[in-house]
């Protein structure tokens, strides 16, 4: 039996069929630099290009009853979708609706006192018929976000926010990238401009952001300190044997020192304690171991606020007390309520 010589293996190759990789992470950090500047450059336009028309826009839907529906088909519709949600977290109720699917009975969603933010980069997605000749059906007003002034959305819209003419991003320029992030700055363009005419502030922004991290930046420290019983406060004059006494029941690892109308005079913490250590610790009286200058808190700053006091300090400590303008006690936030809201 004849045994035939092997075949000659073909030369290993990498991704894409190539043999060498050595450069590939040069080329790959060059193409992102490249996208990102090319994207960069249309920002830049985009911010020059707006005038009458964008503070149109804003005055239209500042006026609006109703919702502001954004709508656009495929890339522009997944833009729509981002830039409705940015409206509603930041105080103009909107929504989302498909256009093909408009044209099939969810042209019911979109009524008078409404508006409708339309986005198609040619300006020509067939898709959007139904939901253009809709809105001047019912008389609400068209907004067009849009590469092409004298498309069908651009002619049609009563306000054509026009992006400016720039390349997609990459080596093959084709795929929706440069459009999309434009369309996209523009609606955050949009909802910020509201939001600042509608004077949303933090707190609204809280009311509607209760979950996450971010809902716990913007808790109060009302919303989270311990109050009434929960207090450890002794009065001046308490000697350091039954102050250990409330210190330790109440587990704060700090009490406070207050006059007979509640008004702090001072803290004694756990560091205090050992600054003091000795044989007559315990005949001493809070007054001549406390700080009488502590770091405190007002109850409607942020929780964000506390946690950096917290740590700001030389000695980062892990508890304040909480007192109003006339340095009455209101209440104690310990590092570990920050740690339970989800803030730190």
């Given at each position: 039996m004849m045994i035939s010589d092997p075949q000659p293996r073909a030369p290993e190759t990498g991704t894409a069929g190539m043999t060498d990789t050595t450069d590939l992470p040069a080329t790959d950090l060059a193409i992102a630099?490249?996208?990102?500047?090319?994207?960069?450059?249309?920002?830049?336009?985009?911010?020059?290009?707006?005038?009458?028309?964008?503070c149109a826009?804003?005055?239209?839907?500042?006026?609006?009853?109703?919702?502001?529906?954004?709508?656009?088909?495929?890339?522009?519709?997944?833009?729509?979708?981002?830039?409705?949600?940015?409206?509603?977290?930041?105080?103009?109720?909107?929504?989302?609706v498909h256009p093909a699917e408009a044209a099939h009975g969810d042209l019911g969603m979109i009524i008078p006192g409404d508006a409708v933010v339309a986005l198609s980069n040619s300006g020509e997605?067939?898709?959007?018929?139904?939901?253009?000749?809709?809105?001047?059906?019912?008389?609400i007003a068209l907004i067009g976000i849009t590469a092409g002034a004298a498309s069908t959305l651009g002619t049609a819209a009563d306000i054509?926010?026009?992006?400016?003419?720039?390349?997609?991003?990459?080596?093959?320029?084709?795929?929706?990238?440069?459009?999309?992030?434009?369309?996209?700055?523009?609606?955050?363009a949009l909802a910020v401009a509201l939001l600042a005419r509608k004077g949303f502030s933090a707190k609204d922004?809280?009311?509607?952001?209760?979950?996450?991290?971010?809902?716990?930046?913007?808790?109060?420290?009302?919303?989270?300190?311990?109050?009434?019983?929960?207090?450890?406060?002794?009065?001046?004059?308490?000697?350091m044997d039954r102050a250990l006494i409330t210190m330790t029941a109440k587990r704060f690892g700090s009490l406070a020192v207050v006059d007979a109308n509640g008004k702090l005079l001072g803290i004694v913490t756990d560091g205090d304690l050992r600054r003091n250590m000795g044989p007559d610790l315990l005949g001493k009286t809070v007054d001549q171991i406390m700080?009488?200058?502590?770091?405190?808190?007002?109850?409607?700053?942020?929780?964000?606020d506390a946690l950096r006091e917290m740590n700001m300090a030389s000695r980062p400590f892990t508890a304040l007390f909480v007192v109003d303008e006339e340095q009455m006690?209101?209440?104690?936030?310990?590092?570990?309520?920050?740690?339970?809201s989800g803030l730190a």
């Open positions: 630099r490249d996208v990102l500047l090319t994207e960069a450059a249309a920002l830049n336009d985009l911010a020059a290009s707006l005038g009458e028309n964008f826009a804003v005055q239209c839907l500042f006026g609006i009853s109703g919702r502001v529906i954004v709508t656009g088909m495929g890339k522009s519709g997944h833009v729509a979708r981002k830039i409705a949600a940015t409206l509603s977290s930041t105080g103009t109720p909107a929504m989302f997605a067939t898709e959007l018929s139904a939901i253009i000749a809709h809105a001047h059906r019912v008389g054509a926010l026009i992006l400016p003419d720039a390349p997609e991003a990459g080596p093959i320029g084709l795929a929706p990238t440069t459009s999309t992030t434009m369309q996209m700055a523009l609606g955050d922004f809280r009311d509607i952001h209760p979950g996450g991290k971010l809902g716990a930046r913007l808790k109060r420290v009302r919303d989270l300190m311990h109050s009434g019983d929960e207090l450890p406060l002794v009065a001046p004059g308490t000697t700080n009488a200058a502590p770091r405190t808190i007002r109850p409607e700053a942020l929780a964000e006690v209101n209440g104690i936030l310990h590092i570990h309520d920050l740690l339970r």
